[in-house]
DNA sequence: CTCCATTTGTCTATTAGTCTACAAACATTC
DNA sequence: GAATGTTTGTAGACTAATAGACAAATGGAG
């Protein structure tokens, strides 16, 4: 994942923004390879001059976009152990689990990469993301234990990856919430699991 | 109600509705007077040299604020009308009303002067634009009856004032639809009354 | 009243975005 | 395949918006 040096100005983070959300409202209803130029910058409201100044082909566009759902992945992802020095499971409250707001927040993104046979690939690029930060999690946790945590860190990302799929294509019928204490309870369900196991 | 020549830039455009959305957004939470250019320009996200560049004081905006909303209640009004030769009334279809989908619209804005007793004075200026506009309808269709077409268009403009009242401080509990298909109904209503009272 | 922080209005240099126009590449239709 | 319209990429002249700095005005808090 790569990170160009981020713009200081405004107006060119407004105009970005303002190409992305035209290229991502404009995937819901054609194909990728159909959508102009001249489309995203009629519905960004913006020069196409602007474009060009950006960008040099709308791949380029759908590349930041996916650069940037995958850094405010990390982000919420990570917020609740902000300050934390150990991890402590007891306080991790499900309403520090900010995951479900990031899905909630990328809405469109995310309806757009289940629905679309074409863009299946970015699953699991978003399944990569979430193994490495639950690798990064385990190394520091349990490290005596016999459990692989290669292993477990891809069945924890792609359980949680699970309960976004069922949430987006239930088109979001319950609260982020309502999700996030949802995934609580399984993590906790699964370590009495484990105490259980050792005792 | 005067009008500026109008822009043409998109970049005048969209910083001018920056700050009017900042300026309403503002005047939700915080008084008018208390309100600093700084914070609006903060909120808008522009620099504060945008604003003197088109505005001199914050009431600036305001009062275009109301231009706009005003210019908008009679577009909406004289849509249904467009094209329309000779007054119909079983041509205004209820669809054909667009007035609650401009309140709808402006709903921030309707609120706002609504709530507030300072601003309590635009309503006044709104009811003035309505009476003008069923002023007009009626010199159109109506010119032999022995009604004071003054009273009845004040009349008139009250009564869909009072509707949008109702509508606003029920918070929106109805759609914009079924509002208008209570005005289409109730102007059957006291059409088929002066019917009978011709007979 | 004095001190301190914030807001205000104004300014400059620089950059981003605008509009317009153009020729070349692409598509469609006949 | 010629003719037509659309999209593309690029360029130039112009204007709006930016960041940043500044002194003056305003406004509390001690």
Redesign the interface.
Known sequence: MYMKNFPVD?RVI?SKQALKDALLNLMNKTEFKDITITDIVQTA???RGTFYKHYEMKEHIFDEIIDDVLSDLIESYRDPYKGVEIFELNKLLPSGIKLFDHVEKHKEFYILILQSNKLAGFQHKICAVLKELALKDLFDSQMESSINPEINASYQAYAIFGMIVEWVSSEFKYSSNYMANQLFELIMLRHSDNIYKIQ
């Open positions: 405004r407004k409201n913006l020069n």
